[in-house]
């Protein structure tokens, strides 16, 4: 498979990472050639500087032998305008970065007439995972799976007593859960029975919503769990607009801080059941007047990572019962695990999740990228002709790195062992690093090997 990106910002590199990790053919185009220095100096990818619109360089690359355009430059109606002219190129499937409110309304419209396969807005993605967060009513960070029936929930044990220094073998009342990773001072394990919980370990669960939940009572100190009905977005970007319409629409009175006062005439008159006020959010003056302590919510949304991860830290303090920090790098992963931030929300791993699930068609119906992006939960569906199906799960010989972690059968989740057979239909999540993609292939897809995750076949012209 050949996949050319256009634009290497914070997302294109993001994505041609994932990319290359599972084997793909990468060709990266940029202007800038220190932004193209930089990822070959990382990445095992083809640089070209030049304009991404220069029909003459299209035509050098052959853009109609690539199987996929993914546009991610930083003008939107450069992205579109790309991929419909790939497109008519020949190339096979085009994605294309919009980010521009003024556009996202009429999405599905532009990927029709101009013929794009997929539209993303990364903005737009990352205040709906926000919005789903505030949404529930308990405190585990979490992603669902099986609309809604299987849950991926992140837990820090402090220093709980039915969990430091115990074997995983050893926990009580986990007949329906399974720990599937541990985060140790920024390191990952992959733990087995043996595995010994240290005090502020970090551990992602896997199970049934029902039992998630009793879990989230009997350890979240859930006597404080409350709905959501007051909000402060710090903030008034394009995410923070996204975040403060979708709030409002669900009744949530909403107050938005941004410094920009022109920014705030353009919020107030778009979303009219919006609070906003002019000012600098970080001073912590502004938040006593605003007397942030009364409100159930807090969302720190500019573009500066660590003035997010402090004002998310600071509004803590100050009694905030869920804060929220959207970051868009990774810098900060060896320490994350030790803020006391309820929900941090990386836009371009939310925005990669959804380009490869695209890519990957019906087959992964749901990603949660892990570890960096070198590994990820995907939930399938087993078709009828996949190798798994019929077998015990012992006899499938699993490699190292790849473990079932729920098997969902006629709405029953189940953590699955070693004699559980697995069945056509079936709903399976499992966790996997990107470097056992063809295991993943060979277990999971048609037995000739002829559908892939990421399948090598172009569409008919």
């Not at 799976?145 to 986990?174: Q, S």
Request: hydrophobic share 40%; proline share 1%; with cysteine.
């Amino acid at each position: 498979m050949k996949v050319l990106i256009a634009g290497v910002g914070k997302l294109g590199f993001r994505v041609a990472s994932y990319l290359v990790n599972e084997g793909i053919e990468v060709t990266v185009i940029d202007k800038n050639e220190q932004v193209l220095d930089n990822i070959a100096n990382v990445l095992d990818v083809m640089t070209i500087k030049g304009n991404a619109l220069d029909l003459v360089l299209l035509r050098e690359l052959e853009v109609s032998n690539y199987n996929i355009i993914i546009a991610t430059t930083k003008s939107d109606e450069a992205n579109v305008i790309l991929c419909t002219i790939t497109k008519k190129m020949g190339c096979a499937k085009t994605i294309a970065r919009v980010r521009d409110p003024e556009y996202h309304k009429h999405l599905k419209f532009l990927g029709q007439e101009l013929n794009i396969d997929y539209i993303i807005n990364p903005d737009y993605e990352t205040a709906l995972a926000i919005e789903k967060y505030l949404s529930k009513k308990y405190l585990l960070m979490s992603d669902d799976f099986v609309e809604g029936k299987v849950k991926l929930v992140e837990f820090n044990i402090e220093n709980d007593e039915h969990f430091v220094e115990k074997k995983l073998e050893e926990l009580e009342d986990f007949d329906n859960l399974l720990i599937t990773t541990i985060s140790r001072n920024g390191e990952t394990i992959i733990p087995n029975g043996q595995t010994v919980l240290k005090k502020n370990d970090v551990i992602l669960l896997v199970g049934d919503s029902e039992t998630i939940e009793s879990f989230d009572r009997d350890h979240s100190d859930v006597v404080r769990a409350r709905a959501i009905n007051k909000v402060m977005i710090l903030g008034g970007g394009k995410i923070g607009f996204y975040l403060g319409g979708l709030l409002s629409d669900e009744g949530i009175e909403t107050t938005i801080i941004e410094n920009d006062l022109e920014r705030c005439l353009f919020l107030k008159e778009k979303l009219p059941n919006c609070t906003i006020i002019n000012g600098d959010g970080t001073d912590m003056n502004i938040l006593e007047e605003e007397m942030i302590h009364t409100f159930d919510g807090f969302v720190a949304a500019t573009g500066i990572d660590e003035a997010n991860l402090l004002i998310a830290l600071v509004a803590k303090q100050m009694g905030v019962y869920k804060t929220i920090a959207k970051i868009s790098r990774n810098n900060y992963n060896s320490i994350l695990d030790k803020l006391y931030i309820d929900g941090i929300f990386n836009t371009n791993f939310i925005t990669a999740s959804r380009i490869l699930k695209e890519l990957r068609g019906s087959g992964a119906l749901s990603i949660n990228l892990m570890l960096g992006g070198s590994a990820e939960f995907t939930e399938i569906v087993l078709k009828s002709d996949a190798l798994a199906v019929n077998k015990k799960i012992k006899d499938l010989k699993l490699k190292k790195g790849i473990l079932i972690v729920t098997l969902i059968r006629e709405n029953q989740v189940k953590i699955p062992n070693g004699d559980d057979i697995l069945r056509e239909g079936d709903h399976v999540i499992v966790f996997w690093t990107h470097d056992l993609l063809e295991e993943m292939n060979r277990v999971f897809r048609k037995k000739e090997h002829k559908l892939k995750f990421f399948s090598n076949k172009k569409s008919n012209k």
